[in-house]
């Protein structure tokens, strides 16, 4: 072992030391330079096997090295004991801090319950674009310009083209364009139209359709479907009823009513005395709609049905208001 490596040693000993940032680190540094195994207590169990004058040279040099390094640890634990120890100043005669926690918009945790459900028994779940194009919100779906059901899905239009998807009927198109059959999808998501803002409307609102295309898909299959989802929302004992109703995109078309969950169909004001709550639109997808998408309506059937998922809130909540959602008055959001 040659003095000037051995000077070597210890400065990068008192180096490593004075860099030390805590506690742990610097116990790290005491195994390696002065444990069992450690660098320096090497050096002095291996002068045995110097010769006799290099011997005493050596083991001076490292015995007064071990007593520095011994010093400057214990120098430094201290330093970092009182760092550790520092305080910092509290008044605790201040007033203490409300920490308000986040939750989920009622309308959220009822689009994810509505979502749930229809996963559950196979849908996948598909996005779109909220900014569309007339052939997608409009024309694939049997909609064409000069059209007068036009008029029931009135839009934002866009300068330089385009327009607010007034609802999310695009997505499936837009799945259906690229997905060949089996094509099971719901499609959740907000939607706009210019409608007044009170009681039961709002210009901007949520939807979640559903669209199931294969061989041999029947009218019967959308109905198990839909009483499988309301009995799973709103209970076993719910009723149910299918109206015959006319969408562009679907043939035959229905509108589906629950019985009130009020009055249990017994009639109140609620349901105006009819005992019943329509809930969402329904119908067989129109040939016309699965030619646009290039798929065969010789072979495949399909269903698709569409529902308001603040209509959904309100109804299985009993709220008579849809604004309620919308004023962020935190005495009603925090019911939910």
């Known amino acids: 072992m040659e003095l000037a490596e051995l000077t070597g040693i210890g400065e990068k000993a008192k180096e490593e030391i004075l860099r030390a940032e805590d506690l742990t680190t610097l116990n790290t540094l005491k195994v390696k330079y ?19 004058e290099e011997k005493r040279k050596v083991g001076k040099v490292a015995n ?29 005669t201040l007033p203490g801090r409300k920490l308000w926690l986040g939750k989920r918009h009622p309308i959220s945790q009822m689009m994810d319950e509505i979502c749930e459900i229809f996963v559950g028994m196979g849908f996948k779940e598909e996005t779109g674009p909220e900014i569309e194009d ?7 779906l049997n909609i064409p310009e ?20 007034s609802h999310t ?17 719901i499609a959740p998501g907000r939607v706009f139209r210019p409608d007044d803002f009170d009681a039961s409307h709002a210009p ?5 359709e559903g669209l199931y295309i294969d061989e041999g898909v029947t009218f019967a299959l959308l109905k198990g479907t839909l009483r499988e989802f309301c009995q799973k929302l709103f209970g076993k004992e719910i009723k149910m009823q299918f109206l ?41 997808v129109h040939p016309q709609v699965l030619r646009n ?44």
């Open 64 to 92: 007064t090295l071990k007593e520095e390094i011994l010093s400057l640890l214990k120098e430094k634990e201290n330093s970092l004991s009182i760092q550790k120890e520092v305080v910092p100043e509290i008044d605790v």
């Open 293 to 336: 998408c290039r798929i065969d309506p010789e072979r495949y059937t399909g269903y698709a049905f569409g529902l308001g998922v603040e209509r959904i809130a309100m109804i299985k909540y009993q709220i008579p208001d849809m604004r309620l959602f919308y004023e962020n008055d935190l005495r009603f959001l925090e019911q939910f």
């Open 169 to 185: 009927s695009p997505v499936q198109i837009r799945v259906m364009e690229k997905q060949k059959p089996p094509i099971r999808i």
């Open 204 to 208: 901007n609102f949520h939807q979640v």
């Open 34 to 52: 002065l444990g069992r195994k450690g660098i320096i207590t090497g050096i002095l169990r291996g002068l045995k096997d110097l010769p006799e």
């Open 134 to 140: 007339e052939w997608h919100n409009f024309s694939a």
């Open 146 to 165: 000069d059209h007068p059901a036009r008029d029931m899905f009135s839009s934002f239009y866009l300068e330089g083209g385009g327009l607010l998807r």
């Open 244 to 284: 015959p109703s006319y969408f562009p995109f679907t043939e035959p078309s229905a509108e589906v009513s629950i019985s009130c969950v009020t009055c249990q169909g017994q009639g109140c004001q609620t349901c105006k005395g009819t005992g019943w709550l329509e809930i969402l639109g329904c119908g067989m």
